[in-house]
């Protein structure tokens, strides 16, 4: 099947063609590791999930790394400010080693309920500083550094085409506003490879190096840890849409300094999500969690839908009001195929139908339209649960899990099961509708049909 991805390198939608024959390198900037990830953070793995699980079911081996960024992440994004962890860790009283631990954590317990696939390989900053260094070594070698009072800094100038992931060629690139300014460098866009540590005292993480003490930039990690892990050239590269004009293309910039090789062929990247048309921020109070969701009573499994109904290339915004309806679609969603046959047989046309969706730059929007129409067809439910089955081993929605668990039923709505069809048989009408009402305000949807009644209580 021919796949169609838009490639921000290129700027257009182009057909997928793997460096390897049913081989795939994939790699995903990961989360930094000083604070709750948020909704909008976690839309992006979300999405990159959702394409891998689709290349994996066209018979792709991907090979999928993640960086884990516990270190040389500074407040301006750029190359001033302040640390992210060692300022999380100074707020707190906690180390910026404790910070890094715990909000690891959080992340992996958030990709778990989100049902997003784990990484072929994760790896932290810390974890790979040698490498980092031989990495700064070779451009050095090279001549693309040059010495401030703060750091080792990468000549951008000294690249013809930097810039050309974000066109930032045609970009004003006044100080001040994409960057920070700062006098020592030699142009606007250069960037630290290496930050000194301040010589008044200390850091929690910090170096020996051929240029002093210090720890490195934030967007060295990634060249070093896609290169080790998957070559000089890779097939994709993802991130989000915030990484286009800082961190991709300084990442691009030094890695084709060191190998003289285009880093990834194909770089995607995802939208943000507004908060009711607004940013999502902290000081706006629009800061919202996967924590803050489960806390209101929603399912994760709901915000993945909610993701879904939306491409990866538009803003999500996102309301408590969409959340709900997505709640309800996937609520009705798991009630509809309840009591459905076990899968066998084919609806052939259908799948191959969500995978033309899905091949077509990753339009999960459409994909699930196309669940529905399998939902409304007339094909037999064992058909049916078979192609659903399939295609959420793509969408990564759980549905035979949430299926399974929603026909669990408690002791205690057993016995109000067992008593309604009991005064069912005495034709008992009023009593058997005060049970229903009963049942239907614990959270079960009674049926009465042919066979006798049966019940369901969808739980998230």
């Not at 700027?11 to 909008?40: A, M, S, W």
């Not at 929603?298 to 408590?320: A, C, E, G, T």
């Not at 009963?438 to 969808?458: E, F, H, N, S, Y």
């Amino acid at each position: 099947m021919e796949i169609k991805v838009y490639n921000s390198l290129t700027r257009q939608k182009e057909l997928f063609e793997p460096i390897q024959k049913n081989k795939i390198g994939l790699y995903t900037c990961g989360p930094t590791v000083y604070d709750y990830p948020h909704i909008g953070n976690l839309l992006a793995y979300t999405i990159w999930d959702v394409m891998k699980r689709f290349l994996l079911s066209q018979g792709y081996k991907v090979t999928h790394v993640m960086n884990v960024t516990d270190v040389g992440h500074l407040t301006s994004d750029a190359d001033d400010g302040e640390d992210k962890l060692e300022k999380a860790g100074r707020s707190s009283g906690k180390s910026a080693w404790e910070i890094a631990e715990y909000f690891s954590r959080v992340f992996m317990n958030n990709m778990h309920n989100l049902n997003i696939l784990p990484p072929t390989k994760m790896i932290r900053a810390t974890d790979s500083i040698k490498d980092q260094i031989e990495f700064v070594k070779i451009l050095e070698e090279k001549g693309y550094l040059y010495k401030t009072s703060d750091g080792m800094y990468f000549d951008t100038s000294k690249i013809e085409d930097y810039g050309k992931l974000a066109n930032l060629a045609n970009v004003d690139q006044q100080e001040g506003a994409r960057v920070e300014k700062n006098l020592e460098k030699k142009n606007p866009t250069d960037f630290a490879v290496w930050k000194f540590s301040p010589e008044d005292r200390a850091r929690d993480m910090e170096w020996e190096s051929p240029w002093g003490i210090g720890f490195p930039g934030w967007h060295l990690e990634c060249s070093v840890m896609s290169r080790n892990e998957l070559g000089d050239t890779f097939d994709i590269h993802t991130g989000g849409i915030d990484h286009l004009t800082v961190h991709h293309p300084n990442e691009m910039a030094q890695s084709e300094a060191v190998t003289g090789k285009q880093q990834a062929n194909y770089w995607m990247h995802n939208e943000h999500v507004k908060f009711e048309g607004g940013k999502m921020s902290k000081s706006a109070g629009t800061f919202v969690r996967l924590e803050d969701l489960k806390e209101k009573g929603y399912s994760p499994m709901s915000f993945r839908y909610l993701v879904l109904q939306n491409h990866y290339r538009k803003s999500l915004n996102f309301s408590w009001e969409s959340l709900d309806a997505a709640q309800s679609r996937l609520t009705n969603i798991i009630k509809e195929i309840a009591w459905y046959d076990k899968p066998k047989g084919k609806c052939k046309d259908l799948c191959e139908e969500f995978n033309q969706a899905m091949a077509d730059d990753i339009n999960t929007a459409k994909a699930l339209a196309v669940l529905q129409k399998v939902i409304e067809s007339d094909n037999p439910s064992s058909a049916k649960m078979r192609c659903i089955l399939k295609m959420d081993e793509v969408l990564g929605l759980d549905l035979e899990n949430l299926k399974n668990k929603a026909l669990e039923l408690s002791g205690e709505i057993d016995i109000i099961l067992k008593k309604r069809k009991e005064v069912r048989e005495k034709k008992d009408w009023s009593e058997s509708d005060r049970l229903r009402d009963k049942l239907v305000a614990l959270g079960v949807d009674v049926q009465d049909t042919p066979k006798g009644q049966r019940a369901i209580q969808v739980k998230f």
